[in-house]
């Protein structure tokens, strides 16, 4: 099983519950406080192509950060732009094996990398 590097908020109670299940399973889980360690460009554009599910769902569109840009979610570019000037907007939890990436909402759903 490959390492999962969780971009991880302890503040969010979903990247807790995320965290939780992927060590009650033994899964070699190393925690990146994405707020404190921001990804770079070249991170963010390969967490997005290992992504599963549609771009949208990696950006926090409720936040008032978001809605100030008036950017599209289903552009690349802007969301790419977007995440790096506001680290705050990447949907948390993420959990990425360095071949898949998933997004922990709900947080069961950590639990997809874990299958072969």
Do not use: F
Request: aromatic share 2%; net charge negative.
């Amino acid at each position: 099983m490959p390492p999962i590097t969780l971009l991880h908020n302890p503040r969010c109670s979903k990247s807790r519950q995320a965290l939780a299940l992927l060590e009650e399973h033994g899964a070699p889980v190393t925690v990146r406080r994405y707020l404190d360690q921001p990804l770079d460009e070249a991170e963010l554009r390969g967490l997005i192509a290992r992504l599963e599910g549609p771009l949208e769902a990696l950006v926090r569109r409720k936040e008032a950060e978001w809605k100030a840009l008036d950017a599209d979610a289903a552009d690349l570019e802007q969301v790419v732009a977007a995440i790096l000037a506001h680290p705050r907007l990447l949907e948390r939890p993420v959990a990425d094996d360095g071949r898949r990436a998933v997004i922990g909402r709900p947080p069961e759903q950590v639990l997809a990398l874990l299958e072969a």
